[in-house]
């Protein structure tokens, strides 16, 4: 089992910045891939960004270049760092983690981006 805690979210005005962390439970941290999926009001929620144990990533071609996913395995976090925030990132952001087969998900963190 992964518990999977996110903070990190709020309200910013377009071009500003924000960092989500999300805190994973267990042992095995290192091992887990993990990465960060949104959901706009009415839409499907689709990825944003992952990154493997070693440390392998992946982006949404609409965040390449803005967002940065990054893991700490000794603080069992992984974060996102995003930048340069548009009002069409405005979206519940939950955090995602791969294990055994297994899909985990976090309670999500709002994202609102003013313009």
């Known amino acids: 089992q992964v518990q999977l805690v996110e903070s990190g979210g709020g309200l910013v005005q377009s071009g500003g910045s924000l960092r989500l962390s999300c805190v994973a439970s267990?042992?095995?941290?290192?091992?887990?891939?993990m990465g960060w999926f949104c959901q706009a009001p009415g839409k499907q929620r689709e990825l944003v960004a992952t990154?493997?144990?070693?440390?392998?990533?992946n982006y949404a071609d609409s965040v390449k270049g803005r967002f940065t996913i990054s893991r700490d395995n000794a603080k069992n976090t992984v974060f996102l760092e995003m930048n340069s925030l548009k009002p069409a990132d405005t979206a519940v952001y939950f955090c995602?983690?791969?294990?055994?087969?297994?899909?985990?998900w976090g309670q999500g963190t709002q994202v609102t981006v003013s313009s």
């Open positions: 990154v493997t144990s070693n440390g392998t990533t």
């Open positions: 995602w983690a791969y294990m055994l087969g297994r899909n985990y």
């Open positions: 267990g042992s095995i941290f290192s091992r887990i891939r």
